[in-house]
Every structure is written in structure tokens, then in C-alpha cells.
């Protein structure tokens, strides 16, 4: 099968993208109604198949699925807009859950994994590295992936996106958890290049959202 190039703009009701890395393969649709991304991720060696945020519409998550089976779901944080097709999504396939540790409890599905920061989540013979962001809720994680054959690779949810972090709805002291973290265990951490998929919206690379840091610092949001 022949993919289109992949640009990291999916609109809702539109078809899914697949970004095509040595070992790894990225789909990515966007769902309503709040304009949600999804994310499934399939190890080119053994098939297996992982589902990052099962935000809503079941049959376009399932579709994108295929026939290959499902053997889990990771939920950034606990906004319900994340979790919306959980439960339909685990009972077609029998996947198991993971969400970061603090935020589990909110949640309506169970959660099979309590992820902390520095886990691995392993998806065929790809392990990527979770990462607790504090701000946006207590207990959101980020994925990153660092591609051997390449640059890296960091799925966010919805504390990192084009333009700033996530919303922190003007408590301060939230935004400065938020951006310390986001600034010490993703911008520290890795390159210019590194590849961000967000939950919502377009994605973008760190090297273009570096140069903002201070910027949104002062501003507060």
C-alpha cells in the first residue's frame, strides 16, 4: 500500500494519515466533537498494534484498528474528551488500559497499567519512555519514542501543542508546573527535531516551538 506524504493535518471526518518510520507506523485521525486526535501505533515487526487516547467515535478508532487486533490503550489524562470510546474500544478488542498514576481515578474505565514518569510502554519490539507532565491535571503523561534509525518522536495529549502548553485556566501555579515540566523532560531532553503529536490540532517539532519558551513564560499561558 502506498501512503500519502505525511503532513500531521487530519480533520475530523476525514481520512487517517500514517507517518512510516523504520520500525514504527503512526496513524492519526482526528475525532468530534471537540476536534480530538488518535493515534495508533504499529510495530513493523510483529504487528502488534497500541492506541494512544480512544477519544470518541468507536467505529472510526476500530476502523483504523483493522482486522490486526488491539493489545492496548494508553490515555493521556483523565478530560473526559480522551476517554470517550474507551469502554467500546475494550470491549471489541480485549486491549489493556494505561493512563498516567494521578489521574487514573478519573477515568471511568479501569485502568490495567498505572504509569509513572521514566516507564517504558512497549508496543511489539518498540519501547517508548512515559513522561509525567503536572499542570494541565495532575497525572497527564507524554510518550516519547527515541527512533533509533532517527530523530525522536513525543506524543503530548494536551500539554504541549503548536503555540504553547496546555490550558491551565489562568492558575499560576499550574501554568509553572506545566511549563517546568514540559521544558525539563521534553526541551532538555531532546532535539530540534523530535516530532510532536499532539491531542488536539496540527503537529509541530520542538525546534519550532523552542524559540517561544520565554515568550510564554512571560505571558503566563
Given at each position: 500500500?502506498?501512503?500519502?506524504?505525511?503532513?500531521?493535518?487530519?480533520?475530523?471526518?476525514?481520512?487517517?494519515?500514517?507517518?512510516?518510520?523504520?520500525a514504527l507506523?503512526?496513524?492519526?485521525?482526528?475525532?468530534?466533537?471537540?476536534?480530538?486526535?488518535?493515534?495508533?501505533?504499529r510495530c513493523?515487526?510483529?504487528?502488534?498494534?497500541?492506541?494512544?487516547?480512544?477519544?470518541?467515535?468507536?467505529?472510526?478508532?476500530?476502523?483504523?484498528?483493522?482486522?490486526?487486533?488491539?493489545?492496548?490503550?494508553?490515555?493521556?489524562?483523565?478530560?473526559?474528551?480522551?476517554?470517550?470510546?474507551?469502554?467500546?474500544?475494550?470491549?471489541?478488542?480485549?486491549?489493556?488500559?494505561?493512563?498516567?498514576?494521578?489521574?487514573?481515578?478519573?477515568?471511568?474505565?479501569?485502568?490495567?497499567?498505572?504509569?509513572?514518569?521514566?516507564?517504558?510502554?512497549?508496543?511489539?519490539?518498540?519501547?517508548?519512555?512515559?513522561?509525567?507532565?503536572?499542570?494541565?491535571?495532575?497525572?497527564?503523561?507524554?510518550?516519547?519514542?527515541?527512533?533509533?534509525?532517527?530523530?525522536?518522536?513525543?506524543?503530548?495529549?494536551d500539554c504541549?501543542?503548536?503555540?504553547?502548553?496546555?490550558?491551565?485556566?489562568?492558575?499560576?501555579?499550574?501554568?509553572?508546573?506545566?511549563?517546568?515540566?514540559?521544558?525539563?523532560?521534553?526541551?532538555?531532553?531532546?532535539?530540534?527535531?523530535?516530532?510532536?503529536?499532539?491531542?488536539?490540532?496540527?503537529?509541530?517539532?520542538?525546534?519550532?516551538?523552542?524559540?517561544?519558551?520565554?515568550?510564554?513564560?512571560?505571558?503566563?499561558?
Amino acid at each position: 500500500m502506498t501512503w500519502t506524504q505525511y503532513t500531521g493535518r487530519v480533520t475530523v471526518g476525514g481520512p487517517a494519515q500514517t507517518h512510516e518510520l523504520e520500525a514504527l507506523m503512526i496513524s492519526k485521525v482526528a475525532v468530534g466533537p471537540m476536534d480530538n486526535n488518535a493515534y495508533v501505533l504499529r510495530c513493523r515487526a510483529t504487528g502488534e498494534q497500541l492506541l494512544i487516547d480512544a477519544a470518541n467515535e468507536p467505529r472510526t478508532l476500530l476502523t483504523l484498528v483493522g482486522n490486526d487486533g488491539l493489545a492496548s490503550v494508553v490515555t493521556t489524562h483523565q478530560h473526559q474528551d480522551h476517554w470517550q470510546a474507551l469502554a467500546d474500544v475494550v470491549a471489541a478488542t480485549g486491549a489493556r488500559t494505561l493512563a498516567g498514576r494521578y489521574d487514573a481515578e478519573g477515568i471511568a474505565v479501569p485502568t490495567d497499567v498505572l504509569v509513572d514518569d521514566g516507564d517504558p510502554v512497549r508496543v511489539g519490539r518498540v519501547e517508548l519512555t512515559a513522561r509525567h507532565l503536572s499542570g494541565h491535571t495532575p497525572g497527564s503523561i507524554a510518550l516519547v519514542y527515541d527512533d533509533p534509525h532517527g530523530h525522536p518522536h513525543v506524543f503530548t495529549g494536551d500539554c504541549l501543542f503548536p503555540g504553547g502548553v496546555g490550558n491551565t485556566w489562568g492558575d499560576a501555579e499550574r501554568f509553572v508546573s506545566l511549563l517546568d515540566d514540559v521544558e525539563t523532560k521534553l526541551f532538555d531532553r531532546l532535539s530540534d527535531e523530535t516530532w510532536v503529536y499532539p491531542g488536539h490540532g496540527n503537529d509541530t517539532t520542538l525546534g519550532t516551538e523552542r524559540p517561544h519558551l520565554k515568550e510564554w513564560r512571560e505571558r503566563g499561558w
